[in-house]
């Protein structure tokens, strides 16, 4: 049958593709597109030549393992060429794999390792004596980096034990610990250097140093996972045994290996380690399957390109490259302006992301990105997606770096950027998208939690001019809102509902609402408990605030801020009209035992405590008469220290305050002052 012309073309246009993307990444450690689009290239193109045999060339960057040597290193030739592996992405292909092997073998136990994202490594020794350690490279000639890895700690230099093999290439992979990764990042930022993207990088451009002194100071790890040439040693019959034996020689193994009879485990082994990747310390791409028996290793045999015994279980990807459109800018509920990169829709960290955030000026001039430029964006497990920075020598001619716009997008108003300060802010408190903002805050999660409330919603009706402000949420009505688009009136309905519930929400909830700056759930709760009534805390003194356990001088201030302005009086006077809760129940009575007084004493309680929590302690010592302050001061009479005492422990020292400690406290408790 011949073959379409189509398909000729293709398979050309992907050959190039591939060979252009390896030279990218392993000669000119300058990778234009993710890993994952790079599989994507070389799996169409094997696709391909499987369904047309007759346009598969010798050459074919399908048939080899990938990569070239590169230049600046010395070549080396391994005594056993280095493999790749077939990939599975779903559970269909790792069954589809396991299918191909029960046509060969009866049966099999299977080893799971993670897959490191780092780089391969071959380290030979010789009479038990490092000789070489070389790069992958094309799998048949890796370059020679051994006085490089001769400087990572867990590289061993001579092995251990008493097996030790003439000859042996112990495989392994290379990479950086996550910690280790951003240690070095803020190194290179504090010394003006350009910042590694990813762990796997930074790993890579260790390795290739030309001083080894270099690579001596950069946090490389390794993990041993296979051997190549063996000449000595104990004759072994499993993958569980070869790394057993690895490990007695003195190489580090991955200590979350495991085996298992059946498929179904592993893909469970799969699931687990993919929920877990984030909090191993280093990066893994997806789980390496393979299987133990060495004899039925024999037996399955290579391809041209891979073992038939092991195939790599890819997770999806958490980096791919995308366009970036434009930077715009968003305004949020205090007025801080923050920019956002609006990207060409990319299915990355297992969503469709279309935009990302770029924090603020500094970030986006640190990153280097310009709207036009090619851009690589990650986004891992539930933390917000990121654009990493532009992918190096794609950028287009003549575009210029982006500048943060002088006026709010919404409302004109100036954007300015305070002295000292990394944020700009519209400086229009009446700015339709704070106000928005302001009432999306107030039904969130955290603070009202009025179901069906969100920023969506909000917009339509700010725009429909039925909210002001977070008070007028309590003037809609099923009448008003039916009339508008998009709410039929079921949703007007329930939203009235949940509306309404939201009236009974305890106290320190309306004061998350409110969005006094600094006042969070926690300061809330303490708030709360102390004033019981919104109206005793908006007429209370500064300094009555600043008593109360868990808030400071600054919370304290703004919270007086706060009620000086006619417009947040006015809020709290619209809430209370429509019957929302503004009082907190007396908290679960504290009996103090007979006769134990702590009146006249004032504590102040600083660090982590472990026997009862501050809240608790606060009310014990009030039950008792004392007194609970945030601040030490020469009226203090015990600063209760628990774990971790910030400056409060050192204002008592140098005031010459009493400081206690927990147990103290409980002596106090039960006993009362002593005499
Ligand atoms: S075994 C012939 N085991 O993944 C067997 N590889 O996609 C070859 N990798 O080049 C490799 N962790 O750089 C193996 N536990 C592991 C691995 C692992 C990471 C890398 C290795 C290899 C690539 C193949």
């Known amino acids: 049958m011949a073959v379409p012309a189509a398909a000729e073309e293709r398979a050309r246009e992907l050959r190039a593709l591939v060979e252009h993307h390896n030279e990218r990444y392993f000669v000119l450690d300058a990778p234009e597109i993710s890993d994952a689009e790079f599989d994507a290239l070389v799996r169409e193109l094997v696709d391909l030549e ?56 009866d049966g ?39 006085a490089n890895v001769a400087t990572i ?79 000595g040693g104990p004759r072994l019959r499993s993958h569980t045994e070869l790394l057993a ?21 592993v893909y469970g082994f799969c699931e687990s380690m993919e929920q877990r990747r984030h909090d191993l310390g280093y990066e893994i791409d997806g789980v390496v399957v393979k299987v133990d028996d060495l004899g039925q290793r024999e037996e399955l045999g290579f391809t041209s390109r891979a073992p038939r015994w092991a195939i790599a279980y890819k997770f999806p990807p958490e980096e791919m490259t995308t366009e970036l459109r434009d930077i715009m800018v968003s305004i ?64 287009p001619d003549g575009i210029e770096p982006w500048s943060f716009p002088s006026t709010c997008p919404v409302c004109g108003s100036p954007l300015v950027r305070l002295e000292g300060e990394s944020n ?51 003037s809609l009505t099923v009448e008003k809102l039916v009339p508008l688009e998009r709410i039929g009136a079921t949703s007007a309905a329930n939203l009235v509902a949940a509306i309404e519930a939201s009236k009974g929400q305890p106290l320190e909830r309306v004061l998350v609402g409110l969005g006094i700056k600094h006042v969070g759930p926690t300061a809330a709760v303490s708030l709360a408990r102390h004033f019981r009534d919104l109206d005793r805390l908006a007429a209370a003194p500064e300094d009555e605030v600043e008593s109360v356990a868990g808030v400071g001088p ?32 007396a908290g679960p009575e504290v009996v103090a035992p007979d006769g134990v007084s702590l009146a006249g004493a004032t504590f102040v309680l600083t660090g982590a405590m472990q026997r009862r929590t501050r809240d608790d302690a606060a009310a014990e010592i009030e039950a008792r008469g004392g007194k609970v302050t945030g601040s030490v001061s020469k009226r203090t009479t015990y600063v209760v220290a628990g774990e971790n005492p910030g400056s409060k422990l050192a204002k008592a020292l140098d005031l010459g305050v009493e400081v206690i400690d927990e147990d103290h406290l409980e002596q106090l408790l039960a006993e009362g002052l002593p005499a």
């Open 50 to 105: 499987t369904r047309h045999p007759e346009l598969a060339t010798p050459d074919s960057p399908a048939r080899r393992p990938g990569g070239a040597p590169a230049s600046t290193f010395a070549p080396v030739r391994h005594l056993v060429p280095m493999f790749s592996l077939d990939n599975a992405r779903t559970r269909d292909e790792l069954e589809a794999w396991g299918t191909r092997l029960a046509k060969a073998i």
């Open 424 to 474: 700009h802010y519209c400086v229009n408190v009446d700015c339709p998208a704070q106000r928005v903002q302001r009432i999306v805050h107030f039904a969130g999660r955290s603070a009202l939690d009025i179901e069906g409330l969100g920023e969506e919603r909000v917009r339509q009706f700010v725009e429909a001019g039925l909210l002001d402000d977070a008070g007028d949420v309590y």
């Open 554 to 585: 600054t919370i304290a201030e703004s919270i007086n801020r706060f009620f000086d302005v006619d417009t947040n009086r006015g809020l709290v006077a619209k809430l209370r009209d429509a019957g929302v809760n503004l009082t907190a129940a």
């Open 108 to 146: 099999a136990r299977y080893v799971t390792e993670p897959k490191l994202d780092g780089l391969a490594i071959s380290l030979l020794y010789r009479d038990g004596r490092l000789t070489w350690a070389a790069t992958r490279g094309d799998g048949v000639t890796g370059e020679d980096v051994t």
């Open 332 to 395: 949020g509920r205090t007025g801080r302006a923050t920019p956002f990169a609006v990207l060409e829709p990319v299915f990355v960290g297992g969503s469709t992301v279309g935009m990302a955030t770029l924090h603020n000026e500094d970030e986006v001039a640190r990153r280097d990105v310009r709207p036009g430029d090619r851009v690589v964006v990650r986004k891992a497990g539930d933390v917000i997606p990121e654009v990493v920075g532009p992918v190096p020598g794609t950028r």
């Open 153 to 231: 700690r867990s590289v061993p230099r001579k092995l251990a034990g008493r097996s030790v093999p003439e000859v042996i290439e112990v495989r392994g992979e290379i990479f950086m610990s996550a910690a280790g990764f951003e240690e070095l990042n803020r190194h290179q930022a504090d010394a003006g250097q350009r910042l590694f993207a990813n762990p796997r990088n930074a790993a890579a451009g260790s390795l290739r140093q030309k001083d080894p002194s270099v690579t001596a100071g950069r946090p490389l790890d390794l993990f041993c996972y296979q051997t190549g040439e063996q000449d």
């Open 245 to 265: 034996w690895l490990g007695d020689l003195g190489f580090p193994v991955n200590p979350l290996v495991e085996s298992f009879d059946d498929l179904e485990a």
